[in-house]
Nanobody, 120 residues
Framework: QVQLVESGGGSVQAGGSLRLSCAAS?????MAWFRQAPGKEREGVGA???????FVADSVKGRFTISKDNAKHTLSLQMNSLKPEDTALYYC?????????????????WGQGNQVTVSS
C-alpha cells in the first residue's frame, strides 16, 4: 500500500496564498488533489497523470499550480489569489491508473485531508 502524508493548509484572507504538499511512500502513476466543501460533492482540483500530463479545474485555472517531484513521490499545490469559494477540505489522492481523470473511484489511496479556509 501507499501512504499519503499531507501538509500545508490553514486560514488566509482572500487574495492570499497557501501551498499544499503530499508525500507518497511509493510510486503511483497518478497523483491528484481533490476538495470538498460542506454540503457539496468532492471535486477534482488538479492532477498529474502517468504520462506527465497535467490537469487543473477551470475554477482554479490561472490561480493554482500543480507540480510533482517524481524522485520524492511528492505532489504540491501552489494556491494563489485564493477566494472564499476555495474554502474546503483538500485531499491528496493517488491512483494506479495512468489516466484516471478525476474519477474518485479510480483513486486507490487518499490522504487525511487538509483544511483550507479563505476569509473575505
Amino acid at each position: 500500500q501507499v501512504q499519503l502524508v499531507e501538509s500545508g493548509g490553514g486560514s488566509v484572507q482572500a487574495g492570499g496564498s497557501l501551498r499544499l504538499s503530499c508525500a507518497a511512500s511509493g510510486y503511483t502513476p497518478t497523483m491528484a488533489w481533490f476538495r470538498q466543501a460542506p454540503g457539496k460533492e468532492r471535486e477534482g482540483v488538479g492532477a498529474i497523470y502517468g504520462g506527465g500530463e497535467s490537469f487543473v479545474a477551470d475554477s482554479v485555472k490561472g490561480r493554482f499550480t500543480i507540480s510533482k517531484d517524481n524522485a520524492k513521490h511528492t505532489l504540491s499545490l501552489q494556491m494563489n489569489s485564493l477566494k472564499p469559494e476555495d474554502t474546503a477540505l483538500y485531499y491528496c489522492a493517488a491512483s494506479t491508473h495512468p489516466y484516471p481523470l478525476m474519477a474518485r473511484g479510480r483513486y486507490d489511496y487518499w490522504g487525511q485531508g487538509n483544511q483550507v479556509t479563505v476569509s473575505s
